[in-house]
């Protein structure tokens, strides 16, 4: 779990950051992101009240945009990000490739 307490956990905050230090921060932003997401999703979940629940549905839907936007960030300053996400989705392709059938997924091409 991402240690949120610290705002530059293991880093040095009184100076602009470096590249790497960057990256490292934004990797933070996005876990935030994702567990935003969760904790909205859980009370939305929890709760019998329906304009609550509406309110936290929509705004964990626009948590996951920013961790979209996240993930599309650190493709962009680390070169290293997008062809191991590439492998993991390549990965997760061939599994789901086996199981054709069992699942509809838009856009997978088996061989
Ligand atoms: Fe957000």
Known sequence: MAE?????????????MTKHELVRAIRMDLAAELEATHL??????????????????SIAEEEQVHAGEFMR????????????VDAGREEVN??????VGSY???????Q
């Open 4 to 16: 949120f307490i610290k705002p530059f956990p293991g880093l040095i905050p009184d100076r602009p």
């Open 73 to 84: 960030l650190l493709e962009i300053l680390d070169p290293r990000e997008k062809p191991a």
């Open 40 to 57: 909205y999703t859980a009370h939305a979940e929890a709760t019998d009240d329906k304009l609550a629940k509406m309110i936290l549905q």
């Open 104 to 110: 509809d997924i838009k856009g997978l091409k088996c």
């Open 94 to 99: 061939k599994i789901a490739c086996q199981l």
